[in-house]
Every structure is written in structure tokens, then in C-alpha cells.
């Protein structure tokens, strides 16, 4: 039975990457079909700030109204596929791929909707100024459907009271199509949206506008209506535009590290684990393309962040099956058949590895709540892949390891990493003490956080546009430019504190910083005195970023509380599921991990821009995974071994589980170091954290966490622990149970 349903799984899974990469059944590749984001398909997109003092419920139907009036407005524009989206409580995301005028688009989008009501020859009867509101009722008089009701201030009255009076002596010769004699038209951005004729003329300011209107109907016709009466101003605060060929080369080269980094991987679990890595290599081909159709079935948008996530949960879905190879090699060396071993090891891995998931989704959960834009992307996918990968290393991994250990040629232990000896083929062959030494550990990262945060603090830290508001173009210049002779322009165009360096192949292009948040006339000035002095088209601008000094606030606060959020949110399960001791120990490895994360970005003088935030939170969570997994260890030897002394009792459970943090995080950067190499910027930016997020992750789990919960439980000196004050106790080659099984 598992033979037949191994070979199943495998047929499950070629046919996936047949449908995948081929046009199987007409319905073409998976890659055809994506949705991809403007960073890869080009287009602009904008984010605006509501001028308005409203606030709670008004504030939530004025956006709502907004954002329809611009998704019609776009609509008429004829752009495809546009989003628009309301961000936090007073901003509009709109994101139009494939737009040609950026500038143009941008300038429509922030327009003030226009609502106008007019008689059939054209003449204006009044505007939406003068609309007190637009409501929605039920039409009692024919008891079917719905009217939408209309209520003028004073001046609206009057004037519709004139109109009503002209409209219904129908003497009117009509000349906007499609409108009668004796009806009015509203219309809303010169788009006629209702043209209701006058049964008698409306005196007193209050109207109703019949139809037979279904709920949703006269909802959606009250709503513009009122998008008209209460026009707000938006200010562009974040803009972006993407040119097409500099986001098929990102997809391009962000393909080809993801796969060198996935390449890797399949390498080295295969020579470390054998039959196991075998095993687990297959679990990733069906993790994979799975995960790319789940994101497609979702309606996801695959940015180059979201690559950066599907990479990184790749390294954490090897980590789950790194957990269980661990436990199945020390049930064999505890003179346990193969067979044996392998399903006792899947049952004691299951709960460490859903605690150590379960951490890291919390974080990915809050990271999406509190992120924007591709941040949400990389936390999007981040939640897929870590859902998938708790599947796939439970359910397909065992089912090829099960039928491998009944197998006479594959079930003999040599196959699972294990000598006839019992000893690992590959492992670490001495025991280390760690809590003996923990002094030197805690001067060594004091050292480290001081030159750091020192540094940063005196010198300053480096900010990137996204924190402090500016703006960056990055424009194809088509050979080396003179970067004075650009300065003299920026310079004439107001433009004086603005960073200009050469980029691409053969430096053939600029990229441009300034600190001043340039609005789009001011933008599009500048363009058109530079791009004519140098012999350029609108095309030459391949990229441009703007951030006004409100986002900038914004990603502080929401980095902070992101931070405070995950962590609080961990720490409730850590305490539900451990004890309060590991939670105050986890929390001060998170603190450890982001502050040598800010540390080295102001040591090194890294930008510090959003997608630093996102690597935060990863950062947070991957670090609480590794440090789960020793816990858990710790947790379990505690009731194992009662009357053992706490310090060598922590020194073996860090030895039992030290190689699998090392292969963790190991795997986990060979998938993210050829992103980071072939990807373009934008990957970098989310890659460089994380990379150094992982490595002081898997040192703290190790240095800094389990000698910190020794302490808690020293200081509180529990009868228990006391055995555990002196010094370094070395352990046993086997250490033994009270009930002589070996752990």
C-alpha cells in the first residue's frame, strides 16, 4: 500500500510540473497565466493621502466613495487590470500595470471628482457642492425596488427647483445624446450616470430618483452621487513607476538565483542525508510548483519580494524535514529497527515542528496586517509556504521514508545516515559546553551592539528615501553621462541636494536621489528639461520612486509595532505551550536578533528602507523557530532526566540539536546568498537582512537564549535547579533516563 501510494505522490507530482511548464490540455504555462506585479510587468502605481478632517465612520464611507470614483475614472482611461485599493484609514493604493504616461496617469487619478447635474441642452442646473446627501430607501409607493433619494442645501434648492421647472415644461431641445426633453443628468467626470425625467418641478430640495433600482443598484448610484457632493482633496504621497524591461530582467534574474539556491539545497540534503535527503528532495519538487499555483488559485500578484519569500520559506520548509531526519537518526542509534525509527521519529518531531512554525506565522501574520504594498507580498507568500511546508515534510516526506525503510535494499541504516556502530556518518563528534561559557558570550555580543549602534547612533543611520521622504529616478542614458552637466539641470529646476550615480552595464545609466519630495508637475518639469538636453524619450525613464514624509512616519510606526505585536503574540504561545521562563528567554533573542540587525546596518551605513522592515519581522520569526527547537529538546530532557543537574543538562540538549541548527540555517542561505547575488536591487534590499538575520538567529538560539533561561531559573533558585549553579558538568558519550533509555 505505501509502494502504490508512493508512486502515486511521485505521478502527482511530474504531472504538476508538466502542467506547470507546458501548454498541457491548452490552458498554457503556469508563468503565462501569473499575475504579476508592476515590478515585474512595468506600470505605475500611486498612493494618496485624503486632505480631510473627517474621521471613524464618515472617514470609512468618504474613502469608499473615492476609490469608486476612481476605478471609474480609470476604467474610462482604458488601463487594464487596475487596483485600487483603500491603505489604512485615509490613503487610496492604485496600481495600474502597463500604463504608457505615468505622468498623466498619475495627474487624472488625483483629479477631484467633478458631479454635475444637467438639463438636456447641456446647460448646468447646479454641482456637486451643493448636495447635501445622497440616500438609499425602499419604494413604498410601488412596494418593488428602490429609489435613491436626494437632499439640496439652500442654494441647490433653488437651483434645482429652476431646472425641474424648465425640464418639465418641455421646451428644452435636447443635445446630449440619450437624454430627453424632460429629463436632468447627472453626471459624474462628464460620465452620465443617471438621467431621471421630471414628472413635477421639486421645490422644496428634497428629491427621489425612481427606477426600480435593485439594492445594490441604488446603493452604488447614492454612493457616486455623494462622491460628487463631498469631493476631497488627495495628496500623492508614495508613487512608482516600473518600466516592463527592467522587471522582466529582475524576473529573469531572480529565476535563475532561486533556482542555483534551490539547486544547492537538493545537493547538500542529499549528501548529508541520504535516503532521508532523497526523500525530502522530492517533498520540495511538489513544495515548489505548489506553491506557485496555490498563489495563482488565490488571486495572489507574484512580486520580486513575493520570489524573495517563496525562496526563503523553501529554506524553512527543509528545516521541518532537517527536525525530523534528527529524531529518526537518534531512535536508530538507540538500537531501533529502521521501520521503527522512522515513525517514532515523524511522532516526536510533529510537535516541535508546529511550534517552531506556528512562531513564524505569527510574525508573517502581523508583518501582512501592518505591512504595504511588497511587503504584504512577501509576507503573503511567506504564509504559504509555511502552511505547505508543515504538509509536506508530514505527510509526503513520511510516505516515501516509510516505504524506503521496508524496502531490503534501501531500509538498512547505513541509508539513513547511520554507521553500524550506531554513531552518525555525519555529525558532530564532540560535546561543547555552552553554559559555562555564557560570560564570554554576552561580553562578545555587548562588544558587537555597542560598535554598532554606537556607530550608527554618532555617525547617523542611513535612511533610506522611503523613511525620510524623496525621490529616485533611474533613467538609460544610453552611454556614460556627464553626471555635472545632469546637476547643472537639476540645479536649474530647484533641485540642489540631490545624489546622482552612474548604474547598469557600462554605466549607461543614472539613478537620482533627493531627499525633496518632487510632486508630479514638479517631476514631470524636470523630465522635460532633462530628457531633450541629453537627446532622450519618456521611455528612458525605466524607474522612479516617490515618498512624501508622511509614509515615512507611517513605516516607523508600523516597524515598531509590528515588532511589539510578533512578539507579544509569540510570547502568549510560548507561555501556553511552554512555560513564561522560555518566553522571556525567546523574547530577548528577538531583541538580540533586531538590535544586531540594526547594529550592522549601522556599522555598514546600509540604506534603511521599507523592505528592512519586512526583513525585521522575518527576522523575528525565524530566529524564535530555531530557538523553539532547543527548547523543545530542553522542555522534553527535563521530564526525562528529573534528577540531572540543569547546566549539563542544557549543554546536551544544544549538542543533541546544535548540527540541525547549523543545516537549518546553512540551507537557509544557500537559497537566499544567489538570490541576493543575481537578483536586482529590490532583492537585495529584502535578501541582505535576512541573510544576516539568519545567522544571528541560529547563534543566539544557541548563545545567548538557553544560557539566559538558565539564569532565569539560577536567579529564582528553584530547589530543582539548584544542582545546576556550579560549574560545566561534562555528559556522558550516552547519557541515560532514569528508566536507562537513552536520550
Known amino acids: 500500500m505505501k509502494k502504490f501510494l508512493a508512486l502515486l505522490v511521485t505521478i502527482a507530482i511530474v504531472f504538476l510540473w508538466v502542467i506547470t511548464l507546458t501548454d498541457f490540455g491548452g490552458i498554457g504555462p503556469l508563468m503565462n497565466r501569473a499575475k504579476l506585479g508592476l515590478d515585474l510587468s512595468g506600470g505605475v502605481y500611486v498612493v494618496m493621502e485624503a486632505q480631510t478632517d473627517a474621521s471613524g465612520q464618515e472617514l470609512s464611507e468618504l474613502m469608499k466613495q473615492t476609490q469608486l470614483v476612481i476605478e471609474n475614472r480609470i476604467n474610462e482611461m482604458g488601463l487594464s487590470e487596475p487596483v485600487v485599493t483603500i491603505e489604512g484609514e485615509n490613503r487610496i493604493r492604485v496600481e495600474i500595470p502597463g500604463a504608457e504616461d505615468p505622468e498623466a496617469a498619475i495627474r487624472e487619478i488625483g483629479k477631484t471628482a467633478q458631479l454635475r447635474f444637467m438639463l438636456a441642452d447641456g446647460s448646468l442646473v447646479l454641482d456637486g457642492s451643493m448636495v447635501k446627501d445622497a440616500g438609499v430607501a425602499y419604494d413604498q409607493e410601488r412596494g418593488t425596488g428602490y429609489v435613491v433619494t436626494l437632499e439640496f442645501d439652500a442654494a441647490g434648492t433653488e437651483a434645482f427647483a429652476e431646472g425641474t421647472k424648465a425640464a418639465y415644461a418641455g421646451t428644452i431641445t435636447p443635445v446630449i445624446p440619450g437624454v430627453g426633453a424632460s429629463a436632468i443628468a447627472i453626471l459624474l467626470d462628464d460620465e452620465i450616470i443617471s438621467a431621471p425625467n421630471v414628472n413635477t418641478p421639486i421645490l422644496n430640495g428634497s428629491a427621489q430618483i425612481e427606477g426600480n433600482f435593485s439594492e445594490d443598484a441604488a446603493v452604488m448610484l447614492a454612493r457616486q452621487i455623494r462622491a460628487g457632493a463631498l469631493p476631497v482633496g488627495l495628496l500623492e504621497v508614495n508613487s512608482s513607476v516600473q518600466s516592463a524591461s527592467i522587471g522582466i530582467d529582475a524576473l529573469r534574474m531572480s529565476l535563475i538565483g532561486g533556482a542555483v539556491g534551490v539547486g544547492l539545497i537538493l545537493l547538500l540534503m542529499l549528501a548529508v542525508y541520504r535516503i532521508m535527503g532523497l526523500a525530502a528532495n522530492i517533498a520540495l519538487l511538489l513544495y515548489i510548483p505548489a506553491t506557485f499555483w496555490i498563489l495563482n488559485l488565490l488571486g495572489g500578484v507574484l512580486t520580486l519580494p513575493g520570489i524573495a519569500g517563496i525562496i526563503l520559506s523553501i529554506g524553512m520548509a527543509v528545516d521541518a524535514n532537517v527536525i525530523i531526519f534528527a529524531r529518526i537518526r537518534e531512535e536508530i542509534q538507540q538500537g531501533k529497527t529502521v521501520r521503527v525509527a522512522v515513525s517514532a521519529g515523524f511522532r516526536r518531531a510533529m510537535g516541535t515542528i508546529i511550534d517552531s512554525q506556528i512562531t513564524t506565522f505569527i510574525a508573517a501574520i502581523v508583518l501582512y496586517q501592518l505591512g504595504t504594498g511588497p511587503v504584504r507580498g512577501f509576507a503573503f507568500t511567506l504564509i504559504i509556504g509555511i502552511l505547505l511546508s508543515i504538509f509536506t515534510a508530514a505527510a509526503i516526506t513520511q510516505i516515501y521514508l516509510l516505504t524506503a525503510a521496508e524496502s531490503k535494499l534501501l531500509g538498512a541504516k547505513k ?329
Not at 522611503?466 to 555635472?484: H, N, P, S, V, Y
Request: aromatic share 10%; hydrophobic share 50%.
Open 415 to 743: 541509508f539513513f545516515g547511520v554507521r553500524e556502530d550506531n554513531e552518525a556518518a555525519i555529525g558532530l563528534r564532540r560535546q561543547f559546553t555552552f553554559i559555562g561559557r555564557r560570560r564570554l558570550y554576552y561580553i562578545v555580543t555587548l562588544c558587537i551592539l555597542v560598535v554598532g549602534l554606537g556607530t550608527g547612533l554618532i555617525r547617523g543611520f542611513n535612511f533610506g528615501i522611503d523613511f525620510t521622504g524623496g525621490t529616485m529616478m533611474q533613467i538609460e542614458m544610453k552611454e556614460r553621462a556627464d553626471l555635472d552637466a545632469v546637476n547643472e539641470i537639476l540645479h536649474a529646476n530647484g533641485v540642489t541636494n540631490a545624489e546622482i550615480i552612474h548604474a547598469g552595464a557600462n554605466n549607461s545609466q543614472i539613478i537620482i536621489r533627493t531627499t525633496d519630495s518632487l510632486e508630479n508637475e514638479e517631476r514631470a518639469a524636470l523630465l522635460d528639461a532633462l530628457l531633450p538636453a541629453f537627446n532622450l524619450d519618456d521611455s528612458a525613464v525605466l524607474t522612479f520612486e516617490q515618498f512624501g514624509p508622511s509614509i515615512g512616519d507611517l513605516l516607523k510606526r508600523n516597524a515598531v509595532r509590528a515588532v511589539i505585536f510578533a512578539s507579544i503574540g509569540m510570547l502568549i504561545y510560548i507561555i501556553i505551550r511552554f512555560e513564561w521562563k522560555f518566553g522571556v528567554a525567546s523574547l530577548v533573542g528577538v531583541f538580540h536578533d533586531v538590535l544586531i540587525l540594526i547594529a550592522f546596518y549601522g556599522l555598514f551605513h546600509v540604506p534603511i528602507n521599507n523592505p528592512f522592515i519586512a526583513g525585521v519581522l522575518t527576522v523575528v520569526g525565524y530566529s524564535i523557530n530555531d530557538t523553539i527547537v532547543i527548547f523543545d529538546r530542553i522542555r522534553e530532557n527535563l521530564k526525562l532526566m528529573r534528577r540531572s543537574k540543569l547546566e549539563p543538562l542544557i549543554d546536551l540538549s544544544i549538542n543533541r540539536t546544535v548540527f540541525r541548527s547549523v543545516m537549518t540555517a546553512l540551507t537557509t542561505v544557500l537559497a537566499i546568498v544567489p538570490l541576493f547575488i543575481f537578483g536586482g536591487e529590490v532583492i537585495r534590499q529584502f535578501t541582505m537582512p535576512l541573510i544576516v538575520g539568519i545567522a544571528a538567529g541560529a547563534a543566539s538560539s544557541i548563545f545567548i537564549c538557553s544560557p539566559i533561561y538558565y539564569d532565569i531559573c539560577r536567579f529564582l533558585d528553584k530547589p530543582k535547579y539548584r544542582g545546576g549553579a556550579g560549574g560545566a558538568s561534562k555528559p556522558r558519550k550516552k547519557p541515560a533516563t532514569e528508566d536507562g533509555a537513552v536520550v
